[in-house]
Protein backbone atom coordinates (compact mmCIF):
# COMPACT_ATOMS: atom_id res chain seq x y z
CA UNK A 1 0.00 0.00 0.00
CA UNK A 2 1.09 3.57 -0.84
CA UNK A 3 0.74 5.92 1.29
CA UNK A 4 0.83 10.20 0.16
CA UNK A 5 3.18 11.91 2.73
CA UNK A 6 4.02 15.33 0.58
CA UNK A 7 1.96 17.95 1.57
CA UNK A 8 -0.41 18.65 -0.72
CA UNK A 9 -1.86 22.27 -1.51
CA UNK A 10 -3.10 22.48 1.93
CA UNK A 11 0.41 21.94 3.26
CA UNK A 12 2.17 24.21 0.54
CA UNK A 13 -0.78 26.64 1.36
CA UNK A 14 0.20 26.62 5.15
CA UNK A 15 3.57 26.62 5.10
CA UNK A 16 3.60 29.83 2.73
CA UNK A 17 1.58 31.52 5.30
CA UNK A 18 3.57 30.36 8.53
CA UNK A 19 5.75 32.82 8.50
CA UNK A 20 3.08 36.06 8.45
CA UNK A 21 1.33 34.05 11.26
CA UNK A 22 4.42 33.07 13.24
CA UNK A 23 5.63 36.50 13.10
CA UNK A 24 2.42 38.27 14.89
CA UNK A 25 2.62 35.32 17.57
CA UNK A 26 5.95 37.09 19.84
CA UNK A 27 4.00 40.19 20.03
CA UNK A 28 1.18 39.04 21.47
CA UNK A 29 2.52 36.35 23.60
CA UNK A 30 4.64 39.40 25.12
CA UNK A 31 1.98 41.66 25.43
CA UNK A 32 -0.12 38.63 27.45
CA UNK A 33 2.67 37.35 29.09
CA UNK A 34 3.93 41.03 30.87
CA UNK A 35 0.14 41.72 31.90
CA UNK A 36 -0.38 44.76 34.10
CA UNK A 37 2.52 46.90 35.42
CA UNK A 38 3.22 45.91 39.21
CA UNK A 39 4.71 49.65 40.46
CA UNK A 40 7.83 47.86 41.34
CA UNK A 41 9.84 48.64 38.30
CA UNK A 42 13.02 50.15 39.42
CA UNK A 43 11.70 50.56 43.13
CA UNK A 44 14.07 52.06 45.70
CA UNK A 45 13.56 51.85 49.23
CA UNK A 46 15.84 53.87 51.70
CA UNK A 47 18.87 52.60 54.43
CA UNK A 48 19.53 54.71 56.74
CA UNK A 49 22.49 54.15 59.16
CA UNK A 50 22.94 56.53 61.79
CA UNK A 51 23.22 59.88 59.47
CA UNK A 52 24.23 58.03 56.53
CA UNK A 53 21.82 57.02 53.62
CA UNK A 54 22.09 54.28 51.31
CA UNK A 55 19.66 53.93 48.15
CA UNK A 56 18.20 49.88 47.33
CA UNK A 57 17.06 49.00 44.32
CA UNK A 58 14.84 46.51 44.69
CA UNK A 59 13.59 43.48 42.64
CA UNK A 60 10.62 42.88 41.66
CA UNK A 61 8.95 39.78 43.33
CA UNK A 62 6.46 38.68 46.26
CA UNK A 63 9.00 39.41 48.76
CA UNK A 64 9.91 42.94 47.92
CA UNK A 65 6.26 43.94 47.39
CA UNK A 66 4.88 42.45 51.13
CA UNK A 67 8.22 43.86 52.35
CA UNK A 68 7.27 47.59 51.30
CA UNK A 69 4.30 47.16 52.26
CA UNK A 70 5.39 46.82 56.05
CA UNK A 71 7.85 50.12 55.64
CA UNK A 72 9.27 52.13 57.16
CA UNK A 73 10.85 49.67 59.08
CA UNK A 74 13.52 50.32 62.31
CA UNK A 75 15.22 47.50 63.40
CA UNK A 76 18.47 46.18 65.28
CA UNK A 77 20.68 44.07 63.20
CA UNK A 78 23.40 41.85 64.63
CA UNK A 79 26.64 40.58 62.68
CA UNK A 80 27.32 37.39 61.90
CA UNK A 81 31.02 36.51 59.99
CA UNK A 82 32.12 39.66 59.83
CA UNK A 83 31.06 40.19 56.96
CA UNK A 84 26.96 40.54 57.27
CA UNK A 85 24.21 42.08 59.30
CA UNK A 86 21.29 40.36 59.87
CA UNK A 87 18.07 40.65 61.64
CA UNK A 88 14.70 38.37 61.68
CA UNK A 89 11.17 39.53 60.70
CA UNK A 90 8.08 39.26 63.56
CA UNK A 91 6.37 37.99 60.49
CA UNK A 92 7.73 35.68 57.65
CA UNK A 93 8.13 36.95 53.94
CA UNK A 94 7.15 34.94 50.54
CA UNK A 95 10.16 33.57 49.33
CA UNK A 96 11.97 32.47 45.96
CA UNK A 97 15.14 30.93 46.57
CA UNK A 98 18.14 30.34 44.35
CA UNK A 99 22.47 30.22 45.01
CA UNK A 100 23.63 33.12 44.12
CA UNK A 101 27.48 31.50 44.62
CA UNK A 102 28.93 34.45 45.24
CA UNK A 103 27.77 37.12 47.49
CA UNK A 104 28.81 40.51 46.79
CA UNK A 105 29.22 43.49 48.97
CA UNK A 106 26.06 45.18 48.61
CA UNK A 107 23.43 42.57 48.32
CA UNK A 108 20.32 42.54 50.13
CA UNK A 109 18.25 38.94 50.50
CA UNK A 110 16.53 36.97 52.70
CA UNK A 111 17.80 34.39 54.37
CA UNK A 112 15.00 31.49 54.97
CA UNK A 113 11.43 33.29 55.29
CA UNK A 114 12.20 35.52 58.41
CA UNK A 115 16.04 37.10 58.25
CA UNK A 116 16.77 40.38 56.62
CA UNK A 117 20.39 40.07 55.56
CA UNK A 118 23.01 42.91 54.40
CA UNK A 119 26.20 42.02 52.94
CA UNK A 120 28.92 44.04 53.30
CA UNK A 121 31.94 42.07 52.02
CA UNK A 122 31.78 40.01 48.62
CA UNK A 123 32.49 36.16 49.18
CA UNK A 124 31.50 32.91 47.86
CA UNK A 125 28.37 31.02 49.40
CA UNK A 126 26.66 27.73 49.00
CA UNK A 127 23.28 29.22 51.25
CA UNK A 128 20.12 30.06 49.35
CA UNK A 129 18.54 33.21 49.50
CA UNK A 130 16.12 35.14 48.10
CA UNK A 131 16.82 38.05 46.47
CA UNK A 132 15.36 41.06 47.89
CA UNK A 133 17.94 43.99 45.85
CA UNK A 134 20.83 45.69 45.71
CA UNK A 135 22.69 48.97 47.57
CA UNK A 136 23.10 50.96 43.94
CA UNK A 137 26.69 52.27 46.01
CA UNK A 138 27.76 50.14 48.55
CA UNK A 139 30.95 52.36 49.63
CA UNK A 140 31.24 53.54 52.95
CA UNK A 141 28.64 50.45 53.83
CA UNK A 142 31.24 48.74 55.92
CA UNK A 143 32.00 51.49 57.67
CA UNK A 144 28.93 52.64 58.49
CA UNK A 145 27.67 48.92 59.43
CA UNK A 146 30.43 49.04 61.82
CA UNK A 147 31.29 45.25 63.48
CA UNK A 148 28.70 45.74 66.54
CA UNK A 149 24.67 45.89 66.03
CA UNK A 150 23.34 48.80 64.73
CA UNK A 151 19.59 49.98 64.36
CA UNK A 152 19.01 50.23 60.56
CA UNK A 153 16.11 52.11 59.22
CA UNK A 154 14.16 51.24 55.70
CA UNK A 155 11.98 53.47 54.28
CA UNK A 156 10.12 54.41 51.02
CA UNK A 157 11.61 57.62 50.97
Do not use: C
Not at 7 to 34: H, Q, V
Not at 64 to 83: G, I, K, Q, V
Not at 127 to 138: E, H, K, M, Q, V
Amino acid sequence: MFIDHSPGWRGLWFAALMPFALSALPLAAATDIAGPSTGMENYTMWMTIGQQRFAITLEDNPTTRELAARLPLSLDMSDLNDNEKHVTLQRPLPTQTYRPGTIHNGDFLLYGPDTLVIFYKTFSSSYSYTRLGRIDNPAGLSQALGRDDVRVTFSAD
